[in-house]
Structure formats: C-alpha cells, structure tokens
C-alpha cells in the first residue's frame, strides 16, 4: 500500500510541476518533426513556439516549403518569452498562413527590437487566422510594428485577441498599431490596451502612419475598442550654419483605431476591391498635440478613401490640432466617395474641425457627453450594440464577451490576470488534490490495516 501510495505521490507531483516548465531560450521543432505531414499540432512551451518561428522563416533545404497554409497550430498553456528577450528579441514569425488557435491563453515577455525590419510575434501573415490570443506586457519596436503582427497581406482574420504593452515604429515613414502595423483582412471582437509611439518623424514629404489597432488598415474591423496613448518622439535638434532651427512640428496620419483606411483588394491582380470599414467600435485613446499643417487625425481614423465607419464612439480625451476632425479626417472631405459615414458619435467638448459640421453622418460626429455614454442605454439603444458581444453595464464603459459557453454565458476568457497567476493556481490546485487524494489513500490504508488484523485474530 505504501509503494502504491508513493508511486502515485511522485506521478501527481510530476503533473503538477509541469506548469512551472521554463525554456531553454533553444527552438525546439520536435513536435513538427515527428509527423510534419500532420494538419494539426499543440504547441506547450516557448521553446515550441520558438520552433514554429524557425520551422517558417527557414528558407533551407529543410523547411523551405513550410508556412502551415491548411494546418492548424494550438497554444495548449500561457507562456512566457522572456528567456527569448535579449538582444533583438523574440524572432517574428514570417509568412505564416495558417490557424493559429490561441486557445484562450496567454503569451507574456514579448520583446522585439528589429532595427528596419518587421515587428511583432508575427513578422508577416497572408490567408492566417489568429484567434482567441492574449498578448500581454508586450515592448515591440520596427519599422512596421504591432504587436500582433507587423504586416498582413490579403485575406487575414484576427479574432477574440488582445494585446497590452508598448509598440514604437523606430524609422521615418513607418506603420504602427497596437494590434497590427499593416494589416488586410478582418479584425473582430479584439481590442489594445497600451501605448503606441511614433519614432524619429520624418522632415520630408514622407509621413508616419499610427493607429491604436492600426498603423494602415484595409477591411473589416468590428466589435474592436482601444485605449491608452498614441504619442510621437520629438525629432533631433536641426543645426543649420551653428544655429539650432526651431523644431518643426510632426507630420503623421494617426486615428484612434486605424491610422489610415483603405479600399480592401479581393485579389492579387488588383482589378476587385471592396470599400473598408469599421464599425461597432470605439476608442479612448488619448492623442497627441501639435502636429503639422499636412497631418491628419482623426477620433477614429486619420484618413483614407473609398471606406466606411458607422455605429462608432470616439471618445479621446481633448486634443487641440491645426488639423483634425473627431471621427476621422481626410485629404479630400469634398469627395463624396470618399468615406460612408453613419451613426458615429464623439465626446462633445473636443474641438471640431472648421471644414465640416456636427452630425452622426459628419466627419466630426454628434456629440455623445462621457456621462451618457457611461450609461447601458447609450449603448444599447442609441447604438444597438449587441449584449451577446458586449458586456454592457451601467458605470462602465463596453468590454468584450470575448468567449461565451452555454453553461457560463457572462464569461470572460481573459479576466484572469496575465501575470503567471494563473500557473500558480494550477500548482496550487494540483497540491491541494495531491493532499485529497493522500488523505483518502492512507485512511482506504488504515482501514484496510485494521480489518487485516481483525481477520487474522478471528481465524487465531
């Protein structure tokens, strides 16, 4: 009995250290090595995932072909990069077209610093979905940033993903966004949490384009919110004949979700597209000050054509700029086809722009006050917002239902704290059912002692 017990102790202990397992910060592409024909693999450490990188981004003999197109990868636990954050980081994971399930975990200790290169846990995606991922605490900076992805050619799905952290585009004329630098396709029920920052601005013609899930979008965003801070880095002194010149204001496209929007291409040889759009969304993210005449900043998105933004809140603190309207601004607002607007609303103490009026179908919106849109009804009657989407009460503002079950349907998969509590939850679960079960095991073995000895004495 006592071997029994032992044994089952050591098993029991075993199971539970695994949530404690760490990385050698060495990929390991075993898990694809062993079946690579397989059209589904679960990935359990950052060593793994580490791998999946390396297996994609190979251009050897090797892996030259693999970029998961029809397969499926599966995050099985929460992982930690952190052992992969020296130097330039984690390396992105390039030119993946496949599904990526995040199972509802999360990565923590994202760190990429690629000096004019792309940026994020994926460099480059085409056809990919990534779903059900939480990034959390990420520190991304590139030349076209997010911290999702850096850049999304056609034909992409982002779902039910979230990221927190800081993003920087480090060179002039860069794309940056919490979620994705560039990005073509659909970006629904996901949300940035963070800041987004500008790197060196550019003194020529050329512009930096921001935008809290953004940098350049083209396609469907909905049910998306961001909050935090969109800010730039001031330019290095201009020394002209020994003389400091003044400093030049910046010149960007920057939005409260999308920087710039797009008509959305349906395919390769350009001659299909569809107008972009964003909808049933909002925003808080604070906006910087001070920019140049040329720039454009918008509540919503900086600028763009050929799209469209309705049922949308921009809710950015005040920002006082030369040029900016409170949903979204545009070269050429004379245009027409130039932006579909519909049942948008704005803070209604931020400044409007000169060029157009008030009005829910207006580049500057209808006014909506913070007290209002604190309130359920905004939401779900004024907006129709859908509450199998939302969570939506009064006193706060909309949060995503990012996953619902039939027996939880108020479920928030990510309420937990991405912090490694989790992990120690589950050791702590686990010990707690080791003691249980030691407990029943060695009173089944008292008692089973004590009716030994009973028979014995009965047959003495």
């Known amino acids: 009995m006592r071997k029994i017990t032992f044994v ?21 592409t075993a898990w694809y090595d062993e079946n690579p024909s397989a059209d ?4 359990y450490t950052a060593d793994q995932l580490a791998g999946l990188a390396k297996i994609v981004n190979d251009r050897t003999d090797t892996y030259t072909s693999e970029i998961f197109a029809n397969k499926t990868i599966i995050l099985a636990n929460d992982i930690d990069l952190s052992a992969y954050a020296s130097g330039e980081g984690w390396t992105p994971i390039s030119d993946f077209s496949g599904v990526f399930d995040g199972n509802h975990k999360i990565i923590t200790g994202l760190m990429v610093n ?16 990534i779903k059900n991922l939480g990034l959390a605490g990420v520190d991304v900076t590139g030349y076209r940033a997010g911290g999702l992805v850096a850049v999304a050619g056609f034909g992409n799905v982002i779902e039910n993903c979230y990221v927190t952290g800081t993003v920087t585009g480090n060179r002039t004329f860069c794309y940056v966004g919490g979620i994705a630098g560039i990005f073509g396709g659909n970006i629904t029920n996901s949300y940035f949490d963070g800041t987004v920052v500008s790197g060196t601005i550019p003194r020529d013609i050329f512009q930096n384009y921001m935008g809290g899930i953004a940098g350049h979008f083209s396609g469907i965003m909905e ?11 001031a330019p290095p002194p201009n020394i002209i004949n020994g003389f400091i010149a003044p400093l030049q204001p910046p010149d960007v496209i920057l939005g409260g979700l999308a920087g710039s929007l797009s008509r959305y291409w349906l395919n390769d040889a350009l001659t299909e597209f569809q107008n972009s759009s964003i909808k049933n969304s909002y925003t808080t993210i604070s906006l910087p000050r001070d920019f140049s005449n040329s720039s454009n900043i918008g509540g919503i998105a ?18 006082a700029n030369q040029r900016r309207e409170r949903i979204v601004c545009t070269y050429y607002p004379q245009f027409g086809d130039a932006f579909i607007l519909f049942g948008n609303y704005a803070l209604y103490d931020r400044p409007i722009s000169e060029w157009t009026p008030k009005g829910h179908d207006q580049y500057d919106g209808a006014d909506v006050t913070m007290e209002e849109a604190l309130t359920a009804a905004f939401w779900t009657e004024t907006m129709g917002w859908d509450t199998n989407v939302w969570i939506i009460e009064d006193g706060e503002l909309p949060r995503l239902r990012m996953c619902c079950t039939l027996e939880n349907p108020c479920a928030d998969c990510f309420d937990a704290p991405p912090t490694g509590v989790r992990d120690v939850a589950s050791a702590f679960a686990a010990m707690v059912a080791f003691i249980l079960v ?3 095991l060695w009173a089944y073995g008292v008692r089973r002692n004590k009716k030994e000895k009973e028979l014995q004495a009965y047959i003495c």
């Open 8 to 28: 089952f102790l050591i098993v029991l202990f075993m199971g539970s250290t695994t949530v404690f397992a760490g990385s050698t910060g060495e990929p390991d």
């Open 40 to 43: 589904e693999f679960t990935i």
């Open 114 to 129: 690629r000096q004019g290169n792309n940026a994020g846990l994926f460099g480059s995606i085409r056809d990919a979905t």
């Open 223 to 233: 049910n998306c919110y961001s909050a935090g801070e969109l800010w730039f880095v």
């Open 302 to 319: 900086g600028s763009g054509s050929y799209s469209e933004i309705m049922n949308c809140v921009a809710l950015n603190p005040i920002m």
């Open 438 to 440: 030691s407990v029943i």
